[in-house]
Nanobody
């Protein structure tokens, strides 16, 4: 069983920055992909960014150039640096981990971009 705990959400003004972090614990496979998804009210959950254990990254077009995902394999953490935030980035952000055909989700953290 894998447990994911997110931190770092909050309220920020348009153009501001936030950093989300996620710590994984439990029985952790060394080969895995970690990422961040988000879900806004009335919308489906969507992939924001992902990073493999080898460091390959993928981003949604809407966040390219503004968000940066990174990970520390030794600490089993993944972070999402979000810059130039826009009101449309407002959502609940979920940490996700995939390994060997299995997955785990965090409880979610609210990000609100508003003046």
């Amino acid at each position: 069983q894998v447990h994911l705990v997110e931190s770092g959400g909050g309220l920020v003004q348009p153009g501001g920055s936030l950093r989300l972090s996620c710590a994984a614990s439990g029985l952790l496979a060394s080969i895995n992909t970690m990422g961040w998804y988000r879900q806004a009210p009335g919308k489906e959950r969507e992939l924001v960014a992902s990073i493999t254990s080898g460091g390959n990254t993928d981003y949604a077009d809407s966040v390219k150039g503004r968000f940066t995902i990174s990970r520390d394999n030794a600490k089993n953490t993944v972070s999402l640096q979000m810059n130039s935030l826009k009101p449309e980035d407002t959502a609940v952000y979920y940490c996700h981990r995939w390994w060997l055909g299995r997955e785990s989700w965090g409880q979610g953290t609210q990000v609100t971009v508003s003046s």
